[in-house]
């Protein structure tokens, strides 16, 4: 596990959430659908990073091109493979507009701050790259139970 006892809020190396839900219901936003919400700037970069480059990513389906959201969702939610192409184009992009205003809207820790690993209070993970491709690894223990 972890040596660290502590880690800072400015650490580009580490991404840090609160677990708690979001003001608004998500269903195609695989951001909004996880109960994940970032605590550090860093944190909050590297998810708008990863929203923007699965949006910006294109899938062809039933002769559209679709962002990626709505190519992944299709893919991991059957339900809505049966939906209107027309009207999930029209709510992921209402969705993209409510986590943006609430990821806005997050009160983030300083970068001047600290958090200890030994919290129940913030899942903490470590990014590693893992060939081409960053990973987060569960930090602390609670990061460790919330994955199960």
Not at 17 to 43: F, H, S
Not at 76 to 100: A, G, H, V
Request: glycine share 4%; aromatic share 8%.
């Amino acid at each position: 596990m972890a040596e660290e006892k502590e880690i800072k809020c400015d650490n580009i190396n580490y991404a840090v959430y609160k677990i708690e839900d979001w003001e608004n219901d998500y269903e195609i936003n695989i951001i909004g659908t996880a109960r994940e919400k970032p605590v550090t700037q860093p944190t909050l970069d590297h998810m708008l990073k990863q929203m923007e480059h699965i949006r910006v990513s294109v899938f062809e389906i039933g002769g559209k091109e679709v962002n990626g959201m709505i190519g992944l969702g299709m893919q991991l939610n059957q339900s809505m493979q049966k939906r209107d192409l027309d009207e999930l184009i029209q709510q992921e992009e209402k969705e993209y507009q409510s986590i943006m205003e609430e990821l806005n809207a997050l009160e983030l820790k300083s970068a001047d701050d600290t958090i200890s690993l030994d919290t129940d209070e913030y899942v903490i993970y470590k990014l590693e790259y893992d060939g081409h491709t960053l990973a987060p690894k569960p930090y602390n223990d609670y990061a460790i139970r919330h994955q199960k």
